[in-house]
C-alpha cells in the first residue's frame, strides 16, 4: 500500500482474473465459433458453415423434445420445491403450539433441518444412482412396498409414461432440503412481533405464510427461482445417469441432446455447441425475466 493502490490490484486481482478467462470465458468463446463450423471433434478439418448448424435445430424433432420436457420442468420444478420449502420451514418455524411466547417451532427442529438438509451433502452422481436403485422394476424400495401391499407396480424409468415423472420427482427431493434451510434462515431475521401482532389479528398459519412471509421473503424467493429455473434447464447429471433421456427419449432435455451430439456415433461437435450457444441464450433469458419480472419494492425491518 505505501507505493498507491494499483500495484496492490494488479498483484491480486490481475492473475485470477487472467485464470478466469482463460479457463471460463474462453471456451464460450470457442463453443460460438465452433458452432459455425461443421467440426467433428477428431480431427483438424473444421470448415465454416456459418448458421446452417442453427437452421437444422429449427427442424430437429428431437431437440424440440428435449426443449419441451426442459419447458415442463422449468414450469414444475421451481414452483414444487419453493411450495414445499415454504411449507416445510413456516412448519418449522411456526408449527408449535401459541403459548404466551408467541409463535414457537417445532421440537426437534434443528434435527429435521439436518435431515431435510441431507440430500445436499450428497453428490449428484450418488442421489441418481440410489433413486435408480430405488426406481428398480424387481427390487427397488418401491416396488417391494407396493407388492407387500398387495398392489401392481409400474416399471418406473422403463415405462415412457412414468419415467420422466420420477425424474422430476428426484429433482424436487434433492432440492427441497437446501431451500428449507434457507428459507428458515431468512425467516428466523424476521421480527417475532410481526407473527405475534398477526396472530393477535386471528390470522391462521396459511394466511400469515401467504400475507407475511411471502412477501418478507421474496428477496430470498427470487434468488431461489432463479436457481431452480438454471437447474431445470440443465438436469444433465441425473437424467444422464438414471435414463440417458430415454425410454423412447420421454425424459430427453438439452443437455443430454447435447452430450449424445457431440459424443454420440455421429461426434457433430460443431452441431453440438450450436445447441450448448442455444441453451446458454436461453438460460440468460430465463434468469433475466425471473429477476425482472419479479422485482418487487423490497420491506425493511425498522
Known amino acids: 500500500m505505501r507505493h498507491g493502490k494499483w500495484p496492490l490490484i494488479v498483484t491480486f486481482l490481475v492473475p485470477p482474473v487472467l485464470l478466469y478467462v482463460v479457463f471460463v470465458v474462453s471456451p464460450y468463446l470457442q463453443a460460438f465459433q465452433i458452432s459455425t463450423t461443421d467440426w467433428l471433434g477428431y480431427s483438424a478439418d473444421a470448415n465454416s458453415v456459418g448458421l446452417a448448424n442453427f437452421k437444422a435445430l429449427w427442424h430437429d424433432g428431437y431437440v424440440w423434445n428435449a426443449l419441451q420436457n426442459n419447458a415442463v420442468l422449468l414450469a ?17 418455524a411456526m ?27 450428497l453428490s449428484v452422481v450418488i442421489i441418481a444412482l440410489l433413486w435408480k436403485e430405488v426406481y428398480h422394476p424387481n427390487q427397488g424400495l418401491l416396488t417391494s412396498a407396493l407388492h ?7 416399471t418406473w424409468l422403463g415405462d415412457p409414461a412414468t419415467a420422466f415423472w420420477c425424474v422430476l420427482a428426484v429433482m424436487v427431493w434433492s ?16 421480527p417475532k412481533e410481526i407473527y405475534e401482532a398477526v396472530l393477535l389479528d386471528g390470522a391462521s398459519r396459511f394466511t400469515t405464510l401467504r400475507r407475511v412471509t411471502l412477501p418478507l421473503l421474496w428477496d430470498t ?22 435414463t440417458n433421456g430415454g425410454p423412447n427419449f420421454s425424459t430427453d432435455v438439452i443437455g443430454v441432446r447435447m452430450y449424445d451430439t457431440a459424443f454420440g456415433s455421429e461426434t457433430k461437435f460443431g452441431y453440438a455447441s450450436a445447441i450448448g ?17 419479479g422485482r418487487r419494492e423490497r420491506i425493511e425491518f425498522s
Open 95 to 121: 408449527g408449535g403450539r401459541k403459548g404466551r411466547a408467541g409463535v414457537t417451532g417445532v421440537r426437534g427442529g434443528a434435527l429435521y433441518r439436518t435431515v431435510y438438509f441431507f440430500p445436499q451433502v
Open 148 to 154: 407387500a401391499l398387495g398392489l401392481p407396480a409400474p
Open 76 to 92: 414444475l420444478v421451481p414452483v414444487l420445491t419453493i411450495v414445499l420449502g415454504l411449507f416445510f420451514a413456516t412448519m418449522l
Open 175 to 190: 432440492n427441497v432440503g437446501f431451500y428449507v434451510v434457507l428459507f428458515g434462515a431468512a425467516m428466523s431475521a424476521v
Open 277 to 293: 450457444v442455444v441453451m446458454f441464450f436461453l438460460t440468460l433469458s430465463v434468469a433475466v425475466l425471473s429477476l425482472r419480472v
Open 221 to 242: 424467493v427470487q434468488v431461489a427461482w432463479v436457481y431452480l429455473a438454471i437447474f431445470a434447464l440443465d438436469g444433465f447429471i441425473l437424467v444422464q445417469l438414471m
